[in-house]
């Protein structure tokens, strides 16, 4: 959090700086129309001309794991058609590094490969943290260190941001649940489902659903008292904490937005799914490079797009499959790979 408070603070600096030093020359306002014809009367050959540009707009791009069974080059790809359709933020819904692992050297690897991917982004990157990426203590640590806080939020144009932890559990539950996945892991690799599947790990709500916990529920009902008047809410999770009955910490959130307009993005189980609960739209995405079920013909990657307007979110899934350059390609060489499992068998979930 005081990583991107201070980066926040130089980005608001800076400005200021610039105004100080020109506040003695006049201001440049354009006389020249936004939009110019040569109709003076009559007939054109357009709908009409009320431009769909209005000052508070804003399209944010969503991506979902990309691991979990990373296959080689999805990423970047997506990072690439990021360039194309040039949003003003990208947000992440969790699993971005393989990770679990308590060896700080191989995570440090992974964190520094993802982070010189998302580089290449034009946009600022906001991460989101999933089992993959906080699974046991060290890994918390690496995360602190490098990126502060596990849960956050921001304001955008009037709308409000709230990223959640999905893994916030005790450090005794969190040692526990991290063993079993270990070893489930260590079965599962061996090319072992059923057999891993009837292990500890998988009979584990924390797998399903995962869990936030009292500290981080009341950080988040603060922020949202203090944003009594914004225009939408966004939550982004990793794991569907939404769906366990017994969660009342998550609970209270949702009550605490009983009164507000708001939307909610999670990732986990790399297939796209939707829901509408409370009257509101809960959505569950696919895969942005991750591990898929091939016999799953919702698992596939894709790209969110939300567009912000003064009628509410308008919500698009692209998939990279779909996504072409101008020469008519999928761009960084994509044309040559599989985006759905379920039409190619590419891909393992793990």
């Known amino acids: 959090m005081a990583r991107t408070l201070s980066l926040i603070g130089k980005l608001v600096l800076i400005p200021a700086i610039v105004v100080l030093a020109r506040c003695s020359d006049p201001p ?12 003076a009367t009559g ?25 979990g069974g990373e296959r080689e080059g999805v990423f970047e790809i997506a990072v690439a058609q990021w360039s194309l359709l040039r949003p003003a933020l990208i947000i ?36 989101v943290g999933g089992n993959h990426d906080l699974t046991n203590q060290t890994m918390r640590e690496v995360w602190a260190e490098r ?6 939020h921001f304001v955008y144009k009037n709308v409000l941001f709230l990223v959640l ?50 500290d981080q529920s009341n950080y988040f009902l603060e922020v949202i008292a203090d944003h009594p008047e914004v225009r939408w809410t ?8 939404w769906q366990r009955e017994d969660e009342p910490e ?56 939300v567009t912000m307007t003064d009628d509410g979110p308008s919500i698009g899934h692209l998939k990279l499959e779909g996504i072409l350059d101008k020469t008519g390609h999928v761009p960084a060489g994509g044309d040559s790979l599989c985006f759905q499992a379920s039409r190619c068998g590419a891909g393992t979930l793990r």
């Open 28 to 39: 440049a306002v354009s006389s020249v129309p936004a939009f110019q014809h040569a109709f």
């Open 43 to 67: 007939a054109t050959p357009w709908s009409h001309d009320r431009f769909d540009d209005a000052e508070d707009k804003f399209t944010f791009a969503i991506f979902s794991d990309l691991n």
């Open 92 to 127: 992440s819904v969790g699993d971005l590094i393989d990770g679990g692992s308590e060896d700080r050297g191989k995570l440090g690897r992974e964190w520094d490969s993802f982070d010189a991917r998302v580089l290449q982004a034009h946009a600022p990157v906001f991460y």
């Open 147 to 152: 990126y502060g806080s596990r849960y956050y």
């Open 165 to 214: 932890d999905t893994e916030d559990y005790i450090d005794e539950r969190m040692r526990e649940i991290y063993l079993a996945r270990a070893a489930a892991l260590e079965v599962l690799d061996g090319d072992q489902p059923e057999r891993a599947r009837q292990m500890e790990y998988f009979q584990m709500p924390e797998r399903v659903t995962g869990e936030i916990g009292p």
């Open 234 to 241: 966004m939550l982004f999770m990793h794991k569907p904490v």
């Open 250 to 305: 998550f609970s209270a959130i949702e009550s605490a937005l009983a009164d507000r307009p708001y939307t909610v993005f999670n990732g986990h189980f790399h297939r796209y799914s939707y829901t509408v609960k409370n009257g509101r739209d809960y959505i569950m995405l696919g895969t942005t490079g991750g591990g898929q079920n091939a016999g799953n013909d919702r698992s596939f990657d894709h790209l969110t797009l």
